[in-house]
């Protein structure tokens, strides 16, 4: 009922700035709850950030917290990650994700949608 597509990935050195952006295609985007997924090379993939459809809830990895901020539009069908202080650490594949109307933001088994994904990379 959703596609969506990541863009804004690339190549940053640490301590910079990122912001991924996430477009949805579709008239129902404000009914899905949006997430940020991330998987590292060889690691396990790991929910990053969460916004419900409202907007009014927000979920952050302790990882990420207080360096990422998620954020949606549904004027513009569009989530964001703000990604500020970035790490090594953080270098990974993107996804943006959605769930129809999901109250458990930090549960990434709820998230039936997925986009294809877009890289970030960290440099020290």
């Known amino acids: 009922q959703v596609q969506l597509v990541e863009s804004g990935g690339g190549l940053v050195q640490a301590g910079g700035s990122l912001r991924l952006s996430c477009t949805a295609s579709?008239?129902?985007?404000?009914?899905?709850?949006m997430a940020w997924l991330r998987q590292a090379p060889g690691k396990e993939r790991d929910l990053v950030a969460a916004?419900?459809?409202?907007?009014?809830?927000?979920y952050y990895a302790d990882s990420v917290k207080g360096r990422f901020t998620i954020s949606r539009d549904n004027a513009k069908n569009t989530v964001y990650l703000q990604m500020n202080s970035l790490k090594p650490e953080d270098t990974a594949v993107y996804y943006c994700?959605?769930?129809?109307?999901?109250?458990?933001?930090?549960?990434?088994?709820?998230?039936?949608?997925w986009g294809q994904g877009t890289q970030v990379t960290v440099s020290s």
């Open positions: 994700a959605a769930a129809y109307r999901n109250w458990d933001l930090n549960n990434p088994n709820e998230y039936n949608y």
């Open positions: 579709g008239r129902t985007f404000s009914m899905y709850t």
């Open positions: 916004i419900s459809w409202s907007g009014g809830r927000t």
